[in-house]
């Protein structure tokens, strides 16, 4: 099962509903506003999370650490900040990571499926810090 809801410019948060479609694999285009519900969690068959061009704020969840099936995850391009949630290297399938222009801060995750990501994937968050020291996320 797949949900877009794309080109609706829904302007309430992401319903924690959604966590009852324990069957949904991808979760996409929602243009949606507010925090990311740690609810998501619960989409355990869930393979691509793409939340990004909203207007999302808060933390990422470190919930989403969970998501066991997740292949990709994508909440780039909103208003996300605070730290890179260690859970997040837990993602064993994980081989699609976009965090770029959000407003991420702090040391960004070592180990497992983080490893394999290039500096792409943190673009646009000036203030995150790589295993080689500061590097420029510009």
Known sequence: ???FISGNNLTDEIPSSYC?????RVLAELEYIGHIP????ELKSLHVLNLSH????GQIPSSLGNMTELESLDPS???LE????EQ?????FLSVLNLSHDKLEGDIPQGKQFNTFSNNSYIGNSRLLGTMGCVDFH
């Open 88 to 92: 997040l290297t837990s993602l064993t």
């Open 38 to 41: 740690k609810e998501l969690e």
């Open 82 to 85: 605070g730290w890179i949630p």
């Open 77 to 79: 391009s909103n208003k």
């Open 1 to 3: 099962m797949q949900l």
């Open 20 to 24: 009852n479609f324990t069957s949904l």
């Open 54 to 57: 909203n207007n999302l704020t």
